[in-house]
């Protein structure tokens, strides 16, 4: 069974850091490209930020890079996020992500607020 349990989000103020982690098991994740995803409300989901199965190549949109650095660890099966220099805009749920095959696999969310 395919699972991800996403943690480090939480209420920063602008300007502050924080960092996901995806602890993520039921499949072989070494073999697989990990992307984190958000939703903020009213929007839809959009991708910030994806790495390639040994971390060899990652990518960003504009709105994020320079700020945020994915990065994992395939002997903790754990996929990470830093966010630094945060915004009020980057307030959202952030997801873990994976396509299995023709299957998209999400974890739970978890909730990053960015306010003064």
């Known amino acids: 069974q395919v699972q991800f349990v996403e943690s480090g989000g939480g209420l920063v103020q602008p300007g502050g850091s924080l960092r996901l982690s995806c602890a993520a098991s039921?499949?072989?994740?070494?073999?697989?490209?990990m992307s984190w995803y958000r939703q903020a409300p009213g929007k839809e989901r959009e991708q910030v930020a994806a790495?390639?199965?040994?971390?060899?190549?990652?990518n960003y949109p504009d709105s994020v890079k320079g700020r945020f650095t994915i990065s994992r660890d395939n002997a903790k099966n754990t996929v990470y996020l830093q966010m630094n220099s945060l915004k009020p805009e980057d307030t959202a749920v952030y997801y873990c992500?994976?396509?299995?095959?023709?299957?998209?696999?999400w974890g739970q969310g978890t909730q990053v607020t960015v306010s003064s």
């Open positions: 992500h994976t396509m299995l095959g023709f299957f998209a696999s």
């Open positions: 039921g499949f072989d994740f070494n073999s697989y490209t």
């Open positions: 790495i390639t199965r040994f971390g060899g190549s990652t």
